[in-house]
Structures are given as structure tokens and as C-alpha cells.
T-cell receptor
Framework: DAGVTQSPTHLIKTRGQQVTLRCSPKSGHDTVSWYQQALGQGPQFIFQYYEEEERQRGNFPDRFSGHQFPNYSSELNVNALLLGDSALYLC?????????????FGPGTRLTVT | KNQVEQSPQSLIILEGKNCTLQCNYTVSPFSNLRWYKQDTGRGPVSLTIMTFSENTKSNGRYTATLDADTKQSSLHITASQLSDSASYICVVSANTGGFKTIFGAGTRLFVKA
């Protein structure tokens, strides 16, 4: 049973570029949440997707957008990258449809913006 | 304002010793509290999850306690091992119609031989 997977593991982009990060949830999970974690800080909630719709959103600008596909996998898109967007981006999945709040995290994607 | 504060910020202990990490929260209405272990550059891994009615929960050498009245939780690590070196993050969820999840900044634990 595969856990949460994320791709790519590392990414280097230049200011102003756009990036797409991908996440496949744990088998049986239907909800995907995205987090940004700066070095030495706790994860900050970006948004959550369930039934292919954004259900909750944290305090992040519209440059951050996402999508959930029918197979429950998800993408996080960041436009007009800033140096401050450099962070570890974590994806977490849960079985919201079953009323579970237990989240399982992926290994993360390390994004560096130069 | 919903907040989760953890202490200490960092901690150094000798292998084999015990330690206790603290978590205070002001999240309301409380739904559940989770402790995660996060190795550097990796995703967090769940250690325990507790709801309002649970006072203590163990997972091997990790024991979490919850006092919902004082809004405090602790994570006790027994007989520490070098592999316990990691960040420990306290996460509190509020049931506000949709779940709102607040992460603490974490406690960085260093276990030395």
C-alpha cells in the first residue's frame, strides 16, 4: 500500500517563473491538503481539496492555486515565483469522506527560488 | 486568535535520557491534538492523535498527555535514542464547520551519544 507520494523531490526555479508540484494521496484517501514549510518553521496551511474543489484556504495569495483530479491526485501551482517562496512543500492526504481527520504526509518537494 | 505554542524551541539530551516537550494551545472549538515527528527535509510522521475525552496515549517510547481544561499537551520520550533526533510538531484542529488545523513551530530535539 503506497503512502503519499510527491514529485519532484527537489526543484530549482528563477524568480518570476511558474512551478507545478504533484501529489498522489494514500490509497483510500479522498482529500489532499497542501502546506508550505519554511526552514525552521512549522508547516503553514495553503489549501485543501476534496471532491475536486478547493474547500478551505489559508492566508496565501492568488499566485498559489491548485487542482484535484478524479483519481484524487492533486497539483499545486505557484505563479510569478518570489524568493520567499523557497520552502519545503508538503502534501497530506486524509479520508474526509469517511470522517477521518488523520493526515498522512508525503516526503515533500524542496523548492528553491533563485 | 487560534494559536499553538511549543516549548522549548530546541533541546539537547544524552542518549538514554528521558525528555518532555510542551504544547499550549488556544484553538477553539477543540477537535483533536496530534503530535508529529519530522526528520530534517522529510514529511511529518504521526505519533499520536487525541480527542477531547482522551488524557493520555502511548506509541512505543512516546507518551502524549492532554489536559483539555488548561489547553496543554506534553510529549514524553523515554530512553531516548539517536534516531529520536528530529523536530516534534504539535498540531491542533478546531471543528469550525470545516476543520481548521493549526501547526506549532515545533521543538528541535538533538540526542547526543
Amino acid at each position: 500500500d503506497a503512502g503519499v507520494t510527491q514529485s519532484p523531490t527537489h526543484l530549482i526555479k528563477t524568480r518570476g517563473q511558474q512551478v507545478t508540484l504533484r501529489c498522489s494521496p494514500k490509497s483510500g484517501h479522498d482529500t489532499v491538503s497542501w502546506y508550505q514549510q519554511a526552514l525552521g518553521q512549522g508547516p503553514q496551511f495553503i489549501f485543501q481539496y476534496y471532491e475536486e474543489e478547493e474547500r478551505q484556504r489559508g492566508n496565501f495569495p492568488d499566485r498559489f492555486s491548485g487542482h484535484q483530479f478524479p483519481n484524487y491526485s492533486s497539483e499545486l501551482n505557484v505563479n510569478a515565483l518570489l524568493l520567499g517562496d523557497s520552502a519545503l512543500y508538503l502534501c497530506a492526504s486524509s479520508a474526509r469522506g469517511l470522517g477521518s481527520v488523520e493526515q498522512y504526509f508525503g516526503p515533500g518537494t524542496r523548492l528553491t527560488v533563485t | 486568535k487560534n494559536q499553538v505554542e511549543q516549548s522549548p524551541q530546541s533541546l539537547i539530551i544524552l542518549e538514554g535520557k528521558n525528555c518532555t516537550l510542551q504544547c499550549n494551545y488556544t484553538v477553539s472549538p477543540f477537535s483533536n491534538l496530534r503530535w508529529y515527528k519530522q526528520d530534517t527535509g522529510r514529511g511529518p510522521v504521526s505519533l499520536t492523535i487525541m480527542t477531547f475525552s482522551e488524557n493520555t496515549k502511548s506509541n512505543g517510547r512516546y507518551t502524549a498527555t492532554l489536559d483539555a481544561d488548561t489547553k496543554q499537551s506534553s510529549l514524553h520520550i523515554t530512553a531516548s535514542q539517536l534516531s529520536d533526533s528530529a523536530s516534534y510538531i504539535c498540531v491542533v484542529s478546531a471543528n469550525t464547520g470545516g476543520f481548521k488545523t493549526i501547526f506549532g513551530a515545533g521543538t528541535r530535539l538533538f540526542v547526543k551519544a
